[in-house]
């Protein structure tokens, strides 16, 4: 699938990913959310300074329009920044439960 297939999937909740990325890695957008005052005591994403910031001159943290590389070997996120080698390639698929082995490289 073209990058300009795969977008419309990831904004519908789809993970997807390249056929040339390590098996273990894929992609999502993130749900954007809200975060109100009242619980960003409790996050544990945010540095503490910036949450006494945020509770003394803000009103609250949106997260919006991210997209996020999962890695399945080690469990960690990193946003991802798609670049002209990902827009212009028509090597994407939507990942499922069916088609999807996240060791089938290892």
Wanted: proline share 6%.
């Amino acid at each position: 699938m073209k990058f300009e297939e795969i977008l419309p999937e990831l904004r519908k909740g789809e993970v997807v990913r390249r056929k040339i990325f390590h098996s273990h890695l894929v992609i999502f957008m993130q749900i954007p959310a809200e975060i109100n005052l009242d619980r960003i005591p409790s996050m544990v994403s945010v540095p503490e300074k910036m949450k006494q910031l945020v509770i003394r001159w803000g009103d609250r943290i949106s997260y919006h329009d991210q997209f996020i590389m999962y890695d399945f070997e080690n469990g960690e996120c990193t946003y991802y920044p798609f670049d002209g080698e990902d827009l212009n390639a028509d090597d994407w698929e939507v990942v499922t439960l069916s088609n999807y082995d996240p060791y089938a490289d290892c």
